[in-house]
Structures are given as C-alpha cells and as structure tokens.
C-alpha cells in the first residue's frame, strides 16, 4: 500500500507542475550572430533581461553584440560622469555574460520621445546590415505600457528595423557603403512588468546555473545604478528568484520568458509550408 500511495503522491507532485507550467518551452534557435538592441546600460542583465538566454547562446558558440541606445546620463549616483561610469559597467556587464562588444548610440537620456523615431530607426537598421544577426532581442512594441520615454521609443524602432532592413530601396544609401540588406529571421521580445499589464510570453528558455551565476554577475556589474550587494545570499537571490519564477511557468528550474516572432508569422500557413517543402528536398 506504502508503494501505492508514494506512487500516486508523486504522480499527483508530477501532474501539479505539469498544471502550474503554461509557458511553452522552446529551444535556441539556429544561428551564430544575435544583437541585442535596448535603451540602457542595464536593461539585459535584469529581471525583465536576456541574460540567462544570452550566456547560454554564447555557450553554444554565438557571438553577441550589445546596443546601448542612450548615454545613461541621469541613471546613477553621480551627476556628471555618469554616462562615463555607465558605459564601462556596461562593458564589464556583456563580459560576464560572454558578449562581444557594447556599442553606444549615446542618445540622450530619458529624452528619447523628443528624438524623431526614423533617426534611431535608421541606426538600428544600419547596425543590422552590418551585423547581420541570425536573432535580435529587444522591448516589445506592443507591451502593455512602460512608461520609461527611452524603452518605447526603443522597442518601437527595433520592431520596425528588423523587419526594413530587409528592403533593398530602405535607405539605399547603406547599400551605396557597401552594406546589404539583411532579414531578421526571430526576435525575442521582452518587456518590464511592475507597472502596467507587461506582455505575453509566448515561449520560455531554460538555462543552467552556471549561466545563473553570469546572469548574477552581469546585474552586479552595474554598481553605479545597484550598489554593492550586503550579502552573498542578496546577490545571487536578487536574479535567482526572478528565473525561478520564470522556470516554474516552463516545468524546469531556470528561465526566462519572451514574446518570439519569426519572420513570417504574420503570414498564416506560410511558416508549415516552408517546413514542408525545406523537407521535401
Ligand atoms: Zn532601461
């Protein structure tokens, strides 16, 4: 009877995390190059970030590239040199987590509503010209609400750059530089949830506790904005509980969530189709 009852309890233990998962599980995608286009120095490491995805798609052999979109003038404890104390924790930061290079557009901060959108388009399609990424992470432009000026603005122009910089007569003038168009075959969309309804995640990714712990590293990089942890236990809670949460929704122990948008979902049937006939040769 013994058997049969810790049998049952486990399968009922089973069912109860099969039940609290409803976040589907994907898996990396194919590729070796991903740039990551946000608005601050900070905004991959943290909760809403990428990092525990990023460190695993570094372990797997992708080279990353980080895109500051603002100097960070007035995140901080200091007046002044801030955009200077930024970008270096900003370096220090993709280090940790194995990317490649932080580039800094240096817009400034929190005046990205006054900045005509075409202008940060522009750049962002240009960066993916010359990248050419097989994955680009970014805000969502559809989140619910964010009321940070540089995250919408942001997310806006990244959700219009991935899909133009595709189009030969977009800025022809990149192409006259020798650049060529280049489309963006996934994006992973995130988006900050602690004011606002966030988003809906459409896909979670697991990753392992040694990219736990870079993912750690990375958010404590960031001293200027986040001091120094009192404790061992804070540091690693502070990015532990987040991705605990996050792994709970997918049925594993460590994750995070994103919206992921391939090319062509916004043609019905036409992904199946291309599945179909890509196995048909
Ligand atoms: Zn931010």
Redesign the pocket.
């Known amino acids: 009877m013994g058997k049969v009852y810790h049998a049952l309890a486990a399968l009922l233990v089973a069912a109860a995390g099969l039940a609290a998962a409803d976040v589907p599980l994907g898996q990396p995608p194919p590729g070796k190059t991903f740039l990551v286009i946000?608005?601050?120095?900070?905004?991959h490491t943290?909760e809403w970030g990428f990092g525990g995805f990023l460190a695993r798609l570094v372990d797997s052999g992708w080279t990353g590239y980080y895109v500051r979109t603002?100097n960070d003038e007035k995140?901080g404890r200091e007046w002044g040199p801030n955009d200077q104390v930024n970008h270096k924790e900003s370096i220090a930061a993709v280090k940790a987590l194995g990317l490649k290079e932080v580039i800094s557009l240096n817009w400034r901060n929190d005046h990205m509503s006054s900045v005509p959108l075409k202008e940060v388009r522009a750049q962002y399609i240009l960066l993916i010209r010359k990248y050419r990424p097989d994955a680009v992470m970014s805000w969502n432009p559809w989140g619910h609400y964010d009321r940070?000026p540089?995250?919408r603005r942001v997310a806006r122009a990244a959700g219009e750059a991935v899909w133009m910089a595709g189009l030969e007569n977009v800025h022809p003038e990149h192409l006259a530089a020798g650049l060529k168009p280049h489309r963006v075959p996934v994006v992973y969309y995130s988006q900050?949830a602690d004011y606002g309804r966030g988003h809906a995640p459409n896909i979670a990714i697991e990753f392992n506790e040694a990219q736990l712990l870079r993912k750690v590293e990375a958010y404590w990089a960031h001293r200027n904005v986040r001091g120094v942890p009192a404790s061992p236990e804070i540091k690693r809670r502070e990015m532990e509980e987040p991705s605990l949460a996050a792994g709970k929704r997918a049925g594993v122990k460590y994750a995070e969530m994103f919206y992921r948008l391939e090319e062509w979902d916004h043609l019905p049937g036409l992904r199946d189709y291309l599945t179909e006939n890509a196995r048909a040769k």
């Open positions: 946000l608005s601050h120095h900070d905004d943290w603002t995140d940070n540089d995250h900050r």
